[in-house]
C-alpha cells in the first residue's frame, strides 16, 4: 500500500517563474493538505481540498493555488516565484470525518524542495 | 491570529535523559495531534488528544492535554539515540480544519 507519495523531490527556479507540485494521497484518503515548512520552522497550512474543492485557505496569497482531481491527487501550483517560496512543500492526506470539522492524522510525504533563485 | 507557542526550541540530552516539550495556545483547541520529524525527513503522526486531561502513554512517551485545552506537553522518559528528531504540536480551533503547528522542539542527544 503506497503512502503519500510527492513530485518532484526537488527542483530549482529563478524568480519570476511558475511551479506545480504533485500529490498522491495514501489509498483510501478522500483530502489532501498542503504545507510550506521553511528551514527550522512548523509547517504552515496553505490550503485543503475535499471532493475537488478548497475547503480551507491558511494565510498565503492568491500566487499559491491549487487543484483536485476525481481520484483526489492533488496540485500545487505557485505563481511569480519570490525567493521567500524557498521552502519544503509537505502534502498531507487525511480521511475525512462524518464530523463536521473534525482533522485526523495526517500521513505526509516526503515533500518537494523549492529553491527560488 | 492564533498561535501555539512551543518551547524550548532546542533541548541537548545525554542519552537515557528524559526530554519534555511545552505547547501553549493562545485559544482553546478542539484537539491536539503530536508529530516528530526525523533530521530530512518528514513529518509522522504520533498521537491526538481530544479530553481535557487527557494523559496517553506511548511506551517511554507520555502525551497531556490540559484541563483548560490550552496546553499540552510531550515527555519522554530515559532518551535513546531513535529519539533524535523535531518533536512539532499542531492544534485544532473549533471546526476550522486548519492544524496550527508549533515551531517545534529539537531533541539532539549530546555525544
Known amino acids: 500500500d503506497a503512502g503519500v507519495t510527492q513530485s518532484p523531490t526537488h527542483l530549482i527556479k529563478t524568480r519570476g517563474q511558475q511551479v506545480t507540485l504533485r500529490c498522491s494521497p495514501k489509498?483510501?484518503?478522500?483530502?489532501v493538505s498542503w504545507y510550506q515548512q521553511a528551514l527550522g520552522q512548523g509547517p504552515q497550512f496553505i490550503f485543503q481540498?475535499?471532493?475537488?474543492?478548497?475547503?480551507q485557505r491558511g494565510n498565503f496569497p492568491d500566487r499559491f493555488s491549487g487543484h483536485q482531481f476525481p481520484n483526489y491527487s492533488s496540485e500545487l501550483n505557485v505563481n511569480a516565484l519570490l525567493l521567500g517560496d524557498s521552502a519544503l512543500y509537505l502534502c498531507?492526506?487525511?480521511?475525512?470525518?462524518?464530523?463536521?470539522?473534525?482533522?485526523?492524522?495526517?500521513?505526509f510525504g516526503e515533500g518537494s524542495r523549492l529553491t527560488v533563485l | 491570529g492564533q498561535q501555539v507557542m512551543q518551547i524550548p526550541q532546542y533541548q541537548h540530552v545525554q542519552e537515557g535523559e528524559d526530554f519534555t516539550t511545552y505547547c501553549n495556545s493562545s485559544?482553546?483547541?478542539?484537539?491536539i495531534q503530536w508529530y516528530k520529524q526525523r533530521p530530512g525527513g518528514h513529518p509522522v503522526f504520533l498521537i491526538q488528544?481530544?479530553?481535557s486531561g487527557e494523559v496517553k502513554k506511548q511506551k517511554r512517551l507520555t502525551f497531556q492535554f490540559g484541563e483548560a485545552k490550552k496546553n499540552s506537553s510531550l515527555h519522554i522518559t530515559a532518551t535513546q539515540t531513535t529519539d533524535v528528531g523535531t518533536y512539532f504540536c499542531a492544534g485544532q480551533v473549533d471546526s476550522n480544519y486548519q492544524l496550527i503547528w508549533g515551531a517545534g522542539t529539537k531533541l539532539i542527544i549530546k555525544p
Open positions: 488528544l481530544v479530553k
Open positions: 481540498y475535499y471532493e475537488e474543492e478548497e475547503r
Open positions: 498531507a492526506s487525511s480521511f475525512s470525518s462524518s464530523v463536521q470539522g473534525y482533522t485526523g492524522e495526517l500521513f
Open positions: 489509498s483510501g484518503h478522500d483530502t
Open positions: 485559544t482553546t483547541l478542539s484537539n
